[in-house]
C-alpha cells in the first residue's frame, strides 16, 4: 500500500513494536469510518495521531496522511503536501492531481473529483488523514475540505471518509453531517488511557510497577498518553522508583524529557535532532541526507521512537510536539553555518523532488536568494497569487543583491507583481527599470534586463489590448529583440521554461472594439512582433498571427481561407513546440470539418489530439484536451462523453473580465447542449456583458437569446439576438450564429415573422438557410459517430415515453395524446421535453426523424 522500500525492515519493526491496540478508540474509529468525517480533538500529548496511525496500520485501508504546518495555508504547497503523499501509493494518480492544481474553482474541483474517481476502486476504502488539522486558517483552503467532507451528499460516495486530527474544533461547517448521524467526534476523554491499556502498554515497554505504584500513576497521570508514556521511559531506568518518575512528570514536563531522554543519548545525536527541528517535514530520505557521514543516527532514533518515529504512510519522521517544542529551544546552540547548511540541504532535497514550495522556503532560511529566483522561473506562466505573493515576501530582503548580480530577478519580479495582482507597481517596475538600464552601456547583463523588461511590457499591452488597443503593440518585442541581438556577442544565451509557451484565453484574437479592421489592425501588430517574440523567446507564440487570420476567417465563414490558416498555424506552432496553439489550429480544422460533415477527417483531428496528449517530451495539457473534445462531444449531443469537471455548474464569484477563459465558453456550450437554459441566463447575467473581448460578447448574446426564446421569452429573445447581430455586423460574423444549427434557425424564423424586428430580413433569411444546412451536416456527422461507436441503442426510452411518441408518429396531438393516455397535457408536455432532450430534436418533426433513423418507433 505504501513504499517502504526505503528503509529497513529493522527500522518497520522497531517502530512497529510500540504501536499499542486500543479496543476502545479503535472500535470507535471502525464505527466513524462508516461515514464521511471523523475528528479527532485533544490537547497535545493525548496520543491522538498514535491512536489513528495504529488503528489504520492494522487495517486494509488505503490512506492519505498529509501532516500539516503553517505554510499549508499556501495552497500551492499544500498541494504539492497532498500530491507528493498520494504518489506514495499511485504515482499516475499523483500526476494526475499534479496537473489538476489545487481546486480554486468549480471546474477545478470537479477535474480534481473525475480524476479521484477514475483511478478509484468501488470495492476499497479510502481515508483521508489531515493532521495538526488547527494550523489551517485559509478560507478557500476550509472551503475544500468542507467540500470534501459533503461529499457523500453530492456524489453518494460512500468508500471515503476524512479524518481531521486537531488541537482545537475543526473550523468548518459539519452541522448537516452531525444532524444525519455522519459524523464522529473523538475527544479528549476518549483518548485517556484506561487502568488496562496502561498496563497494556507497560508490558508492551517492559516495565512493571508495584500495585501501589500503578494506583498512583494512573491517577496522577489521567490517563494522559504523554505522560504514560514519560513515565514508562523513566521505569526502565529506575525500576522501583513510581514515586520519583510521578513528581517528575508533575514537576517539568521539559525538565524530564532532558532527563529521561536528550542526556541519556550521544552528544552528536543531540546535535543532529536539533537539526532535525529546523526542518517541518523530515522525508525519510532526507533524513539519512541529513544524518551525512553518521547513517547510524537514522537507526538510533528508534530508541526514542515514542517521541521521534517513522510513518510509513508518509515515508517520513515525525517528531512528537511537545519533544519538538524542546528541541526547538535548543536551537540557539547551533551555529549560523549548521543552520544555513540543514536548510540549504533541505533545500536541495526538496527541490530535487519537486516540492518547489518548500525549496525555496528553505532556500531562504539559507540565504540563497538567487537559487529562489531559479525555482520561480520555472513557475507556470500563470502563477498562483498566493504562491506570487509568498515568493515576494521571501525575495525582499535580497531584491537589492538580485537586482544587482540576477538578469533574471528584473524579469521574474515583474511576472511577480502581475500574478500578485500588483498591475500598477509591475508597470511601474518596468518602465523604471527600462528608464534605468538604457542610460547604461550595453552589456550583456544589461541587455538581457532590458530585452525581459520590454518583453514583459508587450506581454501586458496584449493582455490588455481589448480595453486599450495598443496602435503600435509590436513596438515593445521589437526593442526586446533589438537588445536580445545586441546581447548575443557578448555571451549566447537562450530563453526555457514555462514562459516560452504561450497559454491562449478563449479567442486569437483579443481585439474588443466592434468597428470594422478593428480585428485586422490587431492581427497586423501579430504579423510584426511574431518574429521578434520568436527569435528572443525561443519559439514562444509561433504560429499564433496564423491562428488569429484562421479564427477571423472562420467567424466570416471563408472556410477555404480559414483552413489555409489554420495548417500554417499547426505547422509554425510544431516547429516553435506551441502546443496550446497546435492544438486550436486543429480545433478550427475540425469546425471547418463539421460544416462539411467529413467525419473521416473529424476522426483524424480526434487523433490528432490524441497523439498530443501522449507526447513524451511535449505532452498536451489534459485539460485543454478535455476542452476541445468535449466542445466537440456536446455540438454532437453526445453529453455522456463530455469530461465530468465540465459538466457542473459556473464559479460562484465572476472573475474579472480580462480573465474570462475557454473552459467557461466550453461549459456554456454544454449546457446549452443539455438545454440548461435558466442556469446558463443565471451565469450570463452575472457577467453582464461578458467581458471586454468582443468575440465573447458576441458569443454571450447569441446564448442570451436562444436561452430566452426556448424559456419563452420572445420579447426578449429577439432584443438579444438585435444586440448580438448589431455586434457582429461591421465585421460579418456569421459563423458564431450558424454554429447554434437548429436552435438559431427555430429562433431567426421566429424574427423573420416579427414585424417590428429591426434586424435585417436578408441577414436573416441568410442565417436561417445556413443554419439548416449545419444542422444537416451535425446530424449526419453524429448518425456516424452513432454508427461507429454502436450506440443505436444507447437511448433508453421508457414505456410511456414510447407510447407518447408512437402516438405522435400516428399524428395526435398533445391535447389527444393526453386523452388517450389518460394523461394531463402538462404531463404529456413534461414527457416530450424529456424525449427531445433525450434525442437532441428540436421539434416534432425532428423526434419523429431521429427515433425512425435510431428504430425507436415505425
Known amino acids: 500500500m505504501t513504499k517502504t522500500s526505503f528503509h529497513s525492515n529493522a527500522l518497520m519493526r522497531s517502530h512497529g513494536r510500540h504501536h499499542l491496540k486500543r479496543p476502545h478508540i479503535f472500535g470507535l474509529l471502525r464505527q466513524g469510518l462508516q461515514g464521511p468525517l471523523v475528528t479527532v480533538v485533544a490537547g497535545a500529548g493525548y496520543g491522538k495521531t498514535q491512536a489513528v496511525y495504529a488503528f489504520l496500520r492494522s487495517n486494509d485501508i488505503i490512506t492519505t496522511w498529509i501532516q500539516l504546518s503553517e505554510r499549508d495555508n499556501l495552497v500551492s504547497r499544500f498541494w504539492e503536501n497532498y500530491t507528493h503523499t498520494v504518489s506514495l501509493y499511485n504515482e499516475n494518480l499523483a500526476a494526475k492531481l499534479a496537473d489538476v492544481g489545487f481546486p480554486e474553482t468549480e471546474t477545478q474541483y470537479d477535474r480534481w473529483l473525475s480524476v479521484l474517481e477514475d483511478e ?3 470495492t476499497k476504502k479510502y481515508v483521508l488523514v489531515l493532521d495538526d488539522f488547527h494550523l489551517i486558517h485559509n478560507p478557500d483552503l476550509l472551503a475544500f475540505i468542507e467540500r470534501i467532507v459533503h461529499l457523500r451528499f453530492r456524489k453518494a460516495i460512500t468508500n471515503r471518509t476524512t479524518v481531521l486530527i486537531s488541537r482545537t474544533t475543526p473550523d468548518i461547517n459539519t452541522v448537516m453531517l452531525a444532524s444525519k448521524g455522519l459524523l464522529l467526534e473523538i475527544n479528549e476523554d476518549d483518548l485517556r488511557f484506561t487502568k488496562e491499556e496502561i498496563l497494556d502498554y507497560f508490558r508492551m515497554m517492559e516495565v512493571k510497577p508495584s500495585q501501589d505504584g500503578f494506583v498512583n500513576i494512573c491517577r496522577d497521570t489521567g490517563g494522559w498518553a504523554f505522560a504514560v508514556n514519560l513515565i514508562a521511559l523513566s521505569l526502565k531506568h529506575a525500576p522501583t522508583r513510581e514515586d ?3 513528581s517528575a512528570m508533575k514537576l517539568n ?10 542526556f541519556k543519548i550521544s552528544e552528536e545525536l543531540r546535535g543532529f535532532l536539533i537539526r532535525l527541528s529546523l526542518i517541518e517535514h523530515l522525508p525519510y530520505e532526507l533524513t539519512k541526507r541529513l544524518a551525512g557521514d553518521a547513517p547510524h543516527f537514522v537507526e538510533e532514533v528508534s530508541e526514542i521512537s515514542s517521541f521521534i518515529r517513522y510513518d510509513a504512510y508518509m515515508n517520513a519522521f515525525r517528531i512528537h510536539h511537545l519533544f519538538l517544542d524542546y528541541l526547538t529551544q535548543k536551537q540557539d546552540t547551533l551555529s549560523e553555518e549548521e543552520m544555513r547548511e540543514t536548510c540549504r540541504t533541505a533545500a536541495r532535497w526538496f527541490e530535487e523532488n519537486d516540492r518547489r514550495i518548500d525549496a525555496i522556503a528553505y532556500y531562504e532560511k539559507a540565504g540563497d536568494y538567487h537559487a529562489i529566483v531559479r525555482i520561480a522561473y520555472m513557475f507556470p506562466q500563470i502563477i498562483p497569487m498566493d504562491t506570487a505573493r509568498f515568493t515576494l515576501s521571501l525575495i525582499e530582503k535580497g531584491l537589492e543583491e538580485l537586482f544587482r548580480e540576477n538578469p533574471i530577478a528584473h524579469c521574474l519580479y515583474v511576472r511577480l507583481l502581475m500574478s500578485a495582482g500588483k498591475f500598477g507597481e509591475a508597470l511601474a517596475m518596468m518602465q523604471k527599470t527600462i528608464e534605468d538600464f538604457e542610460k547604461l552601456p550595453v552589456s550583456k547583463f544589461n541587455c538581457r534586463v532590458l530585452a525581459g523588461a520590454y518583453n514583459n511590457l508587450g506581454f501586458a499591452q496584449m493582455m490588455l489590448y481589448s480595453m486599450r488597443a495598443e496602435p503600435d503593440l509590436w513596438r515593445s518585442f521589437e526593442k526586446a529583440d533589438r537588445y536580445f541581438t545586441l546581447g548575443a556577442p557578448f555571451g549566447a544565451y537562450s530563453v526555457i521554461g514555462p514562459v516560452t509557451n504561450v497559454s491562449l484565453g478563449s479567442y486569437a484574437c483579443r481585439a474588443g472594439g466592434a468597428e470594422r479592421g478593428e480585428m485586422e489592425r490587431y492581427i497586423d501588430n501579430l504579423d510584426r512582433l511574431t518574429p521578434y517574440v520568436t527569435h528572443s523567446m525561443n519559439g514562444c507564440i509561433q ?8 479564427e477571423l476567417a472562420y467567424f466570416r465563414c471563408e472556410l477555404k481561407e480559414a483552413e489555409k490558416f489554420a495548417y500554417q498555424a499547426l505547422y509554425k506552432a510544431q516547429e516553435g513546440l506551441q502546443r496550446e496553439i ?14 462539411t460533415g467529413d467525419y473521416a477527417k473529424i476522426q483524424q483531428r480526434l487523433r490528432h489530439f490524441e497523439m498530443m496528449t501522449e507526447s513524451a517530451e511535449y505532452p498536451l495539457n489534459p485539460a485543454v484536451y478535455d476542452l476541445l473534445t468535449s466542445w466537440y462531444y456536446a455540438q454532437l449531443g453526445q453529453s455522456s462523453h463530455v469530461a465530468d469537471w465540465l459538466k457542473g455548474g459556473f464559479e460562484n464569484k465572476v472573475r474579472p473580465s ?9 461549459r456554456m456550450r454544454c449546457h446549452w447542449a443539455d438545454q440548461r437554459y435558466h442556469e446558463l441566463l443565471a451565469f450570463l447575467e452575472s457577467c453582464e456583458t461578458g467581458g471586454t473581448l468582443l468575440m465573447m460578447r458576441l458569443e454571450f448574446k447569441i446564448l442570451e437569446a436562444i436561452c430566452l426564446y426556448q424559456i419563452r421569452e420572445k420579447t426578449a429573445a429577439l432584443r438579444a439576438l438585435s444586440r448580438a447581430y448589431e455586434l457582429a455586423h461591421p465585421n460579418s460574423f456569421d459563423m458564431p450564429f450558424i454554429e447554434y444549427g437548429n436552435k438559431m434557425r427555430t429562433l431567426s424564423r421566429a424574427a423573420m415573422r416579427t414585424e417590428d424586428c429591426d434586424i435585417p430580413l436578408e441577414w436573416l433569411m441568410r442565417i ?28 433508453q426510452l421508457s414505456l410511456r415515453e414510447v407510447e407518447i411518441l408512437t402516438d405522435l408518429y400516428h399524428g395526435l396531438s398533445r391535447s389527444e395524446i393526453a386523452v388517450n393516455r389518460r394523461l394531463s397535457i402538462n404531463t404529456v408536455k413534461s414527457v416530450l421535453q424529456i424525449i427531445y432532450a433525450k434525442l437532441g430534436a428540436e421539434n416534432n418533426m425532428d423526434v419523429i426523424r431521429i427515433a425512425l433513423d435510431m428504430k425507436l418507433i415505425g
Open 244 to 246: 520519583l518518575a510521578i
Open 253 to 262: 514536563i521539559f525538565k524530564l524529557i532532558e532527563t529521561e531522554i536528550f
Open 543 to 550: 504560429g499564433l498571427n496564423f491562428l488569429a487570420r484562421a
Open 120 to 122: 478509484a476502486t468501488p
Open 582 to 595: 497546435e492544438s486550436r489550429a486543429v480545433f478550427y480544422l475540425l469546425r471547418i470539418d463539421l460544416q
Open 768 to 795: 436561417n438557410k445556413k443554419s439548416a444546412t449545419y444542422a444537416k451536416k451535425l446530424a449526419f456527422v453524429a448518425s456516424e459517430y452513432r454508427k461507429s461507436n454502436h450506440l443505436g441503442d444507447e437511448v
Open 658 to 666: 480580462v480573465m474570462l477563459d475557454f473552459d467557461i465558453q466550453v
